[in-house]
């Protein structure tokens, strides 16, 4: 590989895409969960847990309403 040939996008960003992708099959996740894990700084501890609290509030609220 040449110097003057550059990667379009970081490796962490091609790892964070290819796992929303897998994701978006995932009945747990939804969209706008999806899209905030592929623009949160994921090195970031204390907004990681953020959005899996919210993920998991999101979820007991579903389960009540369902009634599961």
């Known amino acids: 590989?040449?110097?003057?040939?550059?990667?379009?996008?970081?490796?962490?960003?091609?790892?964070?895409?290819?796992m929303i992708e897998k994701l978006k099959n995932s009945e747990y996740f939804n969209e706008s969960i999806l899209t905030e894990?592929?623009?949160?700084?994921?090195?970031?501890?204390?907004?990681?847990q953020e959005i899996i609290s919210k993920l998991l509030k999101n979820s007991k609220y579903e389960n009540s309403k369902t009634g599961n």
Not at 37 to 48: C, F, G, Q, R, Y
């Open 1 to 18: 590989m040449s110097d003057s040939k550059q990667i379009d996008k970081s490796l962490s960003e091609q790892i964070i895409e290819k």
């Open 37 to 48: 894990i592929e623009t949160a700084d994921l090195t970031n501890k204390s907004k990681v």
